[in-house]
């Protein structure tokens, strides 16, 4: 074969070679997708925040109680929904964060979540610095550059890779509670009815969807906001008038979440080489709650003032009975009921096998 034919092919054997080593994990086991990106807020974040100048971020005890290497940056006792998501698709490590992703391990994917984050820039400033949906996407396309060169910048293998992979993207819950509810601090509520601000956030969105598209996302599961109005911050902090939460903040966000449907579709209609799957968060929220937790409306550790645990006090040692582990965040109990639904919406058919497996401890990732 002439050397001009061994250059045109190399690309192509180095997609397979990679292609073939991502979805084969260390314990034998075929990972789903050759690699996972996670674009979102607090219930993602892994440790974005951890050297950024903020009060959002949580790289001390309790946080990481329960999690194998202590306080990695993650706004939980232990695994977020997310690391849940990632079990159940096979990898044998925890995505890595953006601030710490290194080398080849980028090519199993990347998590550029950070807590307090919204759609709208101006989002949750209050608290300090923090990476916008537009950051992240900024950080998304260094990632790909690098992807590129390990593919010696041959962009049509560099496309293929990335066509192949699963993205996440859950953000809109802090551009209400860190913003529209926030009256105060941000002019959205005065300026905004809750349908106004939730299409001033859908029109945001479907522009940086657009755009994470066009940097080769063609599998994209798209989380809709959650009970907001029912964590123990929202509960304190306005008037439930009655009701077992604040249903101003709820119905605020089921409106979002209509509008979301409404770009999903709109996506798949537009989009026809890609899949964009709704993912629905007050489902997954509700449906968790039927689990028997006894303590739904208090934090499992002692909080202060921006609602996040008190460094190294101790928390409740019954986690598993809570729904909440501080004044915002689910408990890991709770995760591993809303990663399970949510792997469920993305993989039908593999369902019944992952949760027989997962159940049994059958994969455990290694760090």
Not at 35 to 54: H, K, P, Q, R, V
Request: net charge positive.
């Amino acid at each position: 074969m002439r050397k001009g034919a061994l250059m045109v092919l190399f690309p192509f054997w180095v997609v397979v070679f990679i292609c073939c080593m991502q979805l084969q994990a260390g314990d034998g086991k075929v990972v789903q997708v050759p690699c996972y990106f996670i674009f979102g807020d607090s219930l993602a974040d892994n440790g974005n925040n951890n050297w950024l100048s903020t009060m959002a971020k949580v790289n001390y005890r309790p946080y990481g109680i329960d999690f194998p290497s202590g306080p990695t940056g993650r706004f939980c006792n232990g695994r977020t929904a997310f690391d849940i998501i990632a079990e159940l698709l096979g990898f044998n490590n925890y995505i890595p964060s953006f601030a710490t992703a290194k080398g080849r391990k980028i090519l199993s994917g990347v998590n550029y979540a950070s807590g307090s984050a919204g759609i709208l820039n101006e989002t949750g400033q209050h608290l300090g610095v923090h990476i916008s949906m537009d950051g992240q996407l900024k950080n998304h396309k260094i990632t790909i550059s690098r992807i590129a060169k390990m593919f010696r910048n041959n962009k049509s293998a560099t496309a293929k890779y990335l066509n192949k992979c699963l993205y996440s993207v859950g953000l809109g819950s802090n551009d209400f509670i860190n913003n529209y509810f926030m009256p105060k601090i941000y002019p959205t509520s005065h300026r905004y009815t809750p349908e106004q601000y939730a299409k001033v956030l859908a029109v945001q969105y479907f522009k940086q969807l657009k755009t994470l598209h066009s940097y080769g996302a063609r599998k994209v599961a798209l989380f809709g906001v959650g009970l907001i109005g029912c964590t123990p911050h929202s509960i304190s902090l306005h008037a439930t008038q009655g009701s077992t939460c604040v249903d101003a903040m709820n119905n605020a966000a089921q409106i979002f979440n209509e509008e979301l449907k409404l770009i999903v579709s709109r996506l798949n209609k537009s989009k026809i080489d890609a899949d964009f799957i709704y993912v629905d968060g007050m489902e997954h929220a509700t449906e968790a709650l039927s689990y028997g937790f006894k303590v739904l409306d208090a934090g499992c550790c002692q909080v202060g003032n921006f609602g996040q645990c008190i460094p190294y006090k101790t928390p409740c040692r019954n986690r598993s009975e809570y729904v909440f582990w501080d004044a915002f965040h689910p408990t890991e109990a709770v995760n591993r009921i809303t990663g399970r639904l949510s792997y469920n919406v993305l993989f039908p058919s593999k369902t019944d096998l992952h949760r027989v497996q997962h159940d049994n401890g059958s994969h455990q990732i290694e760090l």
